[in-house]
């Protein structure tokens, strides 16, 4: 059994920037691909960002790229998004997923099998 557990939401201006952290529990961290998804109010979970077991693969959604950086320390059990520019349509619940499948579909929810309660991401305009 893996536990996730996100924190460093907060509320930040626009233009802000924030850094998201999540710590897997475990000794197989390093086995995990790792990603973020978000939830605004009245809208579907969305793929923000998504890293794989060995930190050598990155993938990010068009609406992030070039804003969002992810990345991880598997010394740490621990996956980062660090959030630049930060926009008010980001606001959402910030969710940490993990999976060990290889799947290529690391923009789906279901491909991940971990999640963490969420942190919540407000940007003011």
């Known amino acids: 059994q893996v536990q996730v557990a996100e924190s460093g939401g907060g509320l930040v201006q626009d233009g802000g920037s924030l850094r998201l952290s999540c710590v897997a529990s475990g000794r197989t961290f390093s086995s995990l691909a790792m990603a973020w998804f978000r939830q605004a109010p009245g809208k579907e979970r969305e793929f923000v960002s998504a890293?794989?077991?060995?930190?050598?693969?990155?993938y990010y959604a068009e609406s992030v790229k070039g804003r969002f950086t992810i990345s991880r320390d598997n010394a740490k059990n621990t996956v980062y998004l660090q959030m630049n520019r930060l926009k008010p349509e980001d606001t959402a619940v910030y969710y940490c997923a993990a999976t060990y499948s290889r799947s290529s579909s690391y923009y789906t929810p279901r491909a991940y099998s971990y999640w963490g309660q969420g942190t919540q991401v407000t940007v003011s305009s």
């Open positions: 890293i794989s077991w060995s930190g050598n693969s990155t």
